[in-house]
């Protein structure tokens, strides 16, 4: 019940902007259809679809801006322009009071802000649904960006989720696509995203391994972390100095190679993916800077690492075949890799996913190769998949979303820029780095210290071993002998018995005669 006027609220909220329209097309109830017409009547449904849903998150406040953003990845889920609707939005919120942000850093320093300070920016340079960036200077007169998490967001994340759980219920068990749509499923992955994001030590954990990660490519920047001023409510790093990339004539004024900055945002991703596992999932054009001092001229700058990727090794070399499978045109091994994956049921028949994947894939390859979307291409076989019942994969959805940021960013730059053709020798080099020799050295490198520790056990190990095939092969032998031993112990004492009981009768005879 505490709950009644929040709910109430997002009620008249979702229908104001008609995004009853999501679910009430397929609510099997017709009472309940024709009540939502009847309280909507007179509404102004002009604008698309997806942009009215973009403005009732809006309107409904942060929390459901993020849920947006993380609705947006699930386009195996959502009808496109939905989803192109959704990635639109950004984490344009307005700020919170600066004193409110001074007594924030305060409280989570146990200091006065003139003690961690020389000087602290009243005026954020950024405010997001969760947090917001203040550019400040420590005493030692290094600059940095103190990122402050906005108050109260435990709590009112925490209501949002009980409510949005409701609603999922509702959607599930009221509508017919309720069941396919997993709205449950959908909050539930909202729900870590988002508890992830309000732990800003964790971020900063995120930040440094992309740094040492990234440290010797030379081609992105990561702001470093000053520990010792990170909470988990208040985190202080290096500020950064670039372009946004978004702005691309400045870009262009200030000499900078837009082409190679398209190719070398290619680069990064697929290295942070294919050799690292571990990437930078957020990588929309309000994250990204472009550095244009002398010393790193040219060179991304990496912003806000609250959403990270992580793959196995297991994900990375069946991504890495079935890409080049693709480049191969080779669709039937696409078909195997996911049967053999276990992403569908081992029943599948091979031939017919073969042929879905050849219609969504062969009118790309028709085309000039400037002009094929490969997260298009990844789109239609999410929708493909689905009467195949293939299970996405949470780290692969996250990886498709990304990959869609980086083409899109791409293009922005460079719309000559041919994706395929620029990750194809990164993965064909990729691969024989790791079935060829070269692989096969870097292995037995990574074991050599576990080796090392080994080798001097060895002959202890050896003799081990040959004691417990030897004492296993003379067992029976043994067992044997230790079975013809009792036999003959058992003969013995019958033995003992017999002649013990003979002198005691011959005694008995001698007393008797005497």
Not at 283 to 310: C, E, K, W
């Amino acid at each position: 019940m505490r709950h009644i006027g929040r709910l109430v609220f997002i009620c008249v909220t979702v229908l104001r902007y008609g995004l009853d329209e999501l679910a009430l097309g397929s609510f099997r109830q017709r009472w309940l259809r024709a009540l939502v017409r009847i309280l909507t009547i007179g509404r102004d449904r002009d604008a698309p679809r997806g942009v009215r849903l973009r403005q009732g998150l809006e309107r409904l406040g942060p929390i459901f801006v993020k849920f947006g953003q993380v609705l947006s990845t699930r386009r195996d889920l959502l009808p496109p322009d939905y989803a192109d609707e959704l990635a639109k939005l950004q984490d344009r919120v307005p700020p919170f009071p600066a004193a409110q942000s001074r007594a924030l850093v305060e409280a989570a320093f146990r200091r006065p802000i003139e003690e961690i300070f020389a000087s602290f920016d009243a005026e954020p340079v950024a405010s997001a649904s969760i947090a917001q960036v203040h550019f400040a200077t420590l005493k030692d007169g290094r600059e940095v960006a103190v990122k402050v998490l906005r108050p109260g967001m435990l709590g009112a994340i925490d209501g949002d989720l009980a409510l949005m759980r409701t609603l999922a219920g509702w959607v599930e068990r009221f509508s017919a696509d309720g069941k396919r749509l997993k709205p449950r499923e959908v909050v539930a992955e909202f729900d870590t995203y988002l508890h992830d994001e309000l732990d800003l030590v964790r971020e900063a954990a995120n930040a440094a391994q992309l740094r040492r990660n990234m440290e010797g490519l030379r081609l992105v920047m990561v702001p470093e972390m000053i520990w010792d001023l990170c909470t988990q409510n208040v985190i202080v790093m290096e500020r950064m100095k670039g372009v946004p990339i978004s702005q691309v004539q400045r870009l262009r004024e200030a000499g900078v190679d837009i082409r190679k900055l398209a190719r070398d945002g290619v680069t990064i991703f697929f290295t942070q993916v294919f050799r690292d596992g571990f990437f930078h999932a957020d990588m929309h054009p309000g994250n990204i800077q472009v550095s244009v001092d002398a010393a790193t001229f040219g060179r991304y700058i990496a912003l806000d690492f609250g959403i990270v990727g992580t793959l196995t090794e297991v994900d990375k070399e069946y991504l890495a075949q079935n890409f080049i499978a693709f480049f191969r045109r080779d669709y039937k091994r696409v078909a195997e890799l996911h049967v053999e994956s276990g992403w569908v049921p081992k029943e599948t028949r091979v031939d017919a996913l073969e042929g879905a994947i050849r219609a969504v894939c062969e009118p790309h390859f028709d085309r000039p190769l400037k002009d094929i979307s490969l997260g298009q291409v990844l789109l239609r076989l999410f929708q493909a998949s689905r009467r195949f019942n293939v299970e996405i994969q949470p780290q692969l959805v996250l990886l498709q979303k990304t990959l869609l940021n980086v083409e899109g960013l791409g293009r922005q730059l460079d719309p000559e820029l041919d994706l395929w053709t620029t990750a194809k020798p990164f993965l064909e080099r990729w691969m024989h780095e790791q079935i060829g020799w070269q692989g096969l050295l870097e292995r037995l490198k990574n074991e050599a210290p576990r080796y090392a520790q080994l080798l001097p056990e060895l002959p202890r190990l050896v003799h081990q071993a040959l004691q417990r095939d030897a004492a296993a092969a003379e067992r029976p032998l043994f067992e044997a002998l230790l079975a013809e031993q009792r036999r003959t112990t058992r003969l013995l004492r019958a033995l003992v018995a017999t002649l013990g009981g003979f002198a005691a009768g011959a005694l008995l005879m001698l007393v008797l005669l005497y």
